[in-house]
Every structure is written in structure tokens, then in C-alpha cells.
């Protein structure tokens, strides 16, 4: 399991929607061993750099896949 399998198990979970707490917390339940989280620091940086390398919402969007974006929360969305 590597950073984006766990961020993508957690979104399931949370069934497509989350906050950045929300999925910190699924992911550490999901990866807790399998991603030695108790051993890395920064695992919620890297859990958030994870989903912004993958959305094109976002500036630091690489290519390759699009898989999370930003709902507007203000309207709903």
C-alpha cells in the first residue's frame, strides 16, 4: 500500500467526501502498519501533497490522474 492507495481507501470509506481531517483519520486507521505512520512525521503533509499532485483544482497538479477535487462547500456543490 503506498500514500494514494490509503488516501483512496479513506475517500471510499467516507464515500467520495471529506475534510482533510476527516480523511487523516481514515487513512491512519487504513495505513496505521501497513504505511508505519507512527514512524513518519509529516504523514499528514504528505497524505495532503498526495491529493494535490492528483487534482487538477490544484497548483501543484501533476500529469497523470485526476482523481480528487474541491466541492464548493459554499454552494453546496
Do not use: P
Not at 12 to 25: A, F, H, P, Q, R
Not at 43 to 70: L, P
Request: glycine share 8%; charged share 30%.
Amino acid at each position: 500500500m503506498n500514500w494514494l492507495d490509503a488516501t483512496i481507501e479513506a475517500m471510499e470509506v467516507l464515500g467520495g467526501k471529506g475534510s482533510l481531517k476527516d480523511i487523516y483519520k481514515k487513512v491512519q486507521e487504513i495505513g496505521h502498519k501497513r504505511l508505519s505512520i507512527e514512524k513518519c512525521d509529516t504523514w499528514r503533509c504528505t497524505i495532503r501533497q498526495t491529493i494535490y499532485d492528483h487534482s487538477s483544482d490544484s497548483e501543484s497538479f501533476r500529469t497523470g490522474k485526476d482523481i480528487f477535487f474541491i466541492l464548493d462547500m459554499v454552494n453546496g456543490a
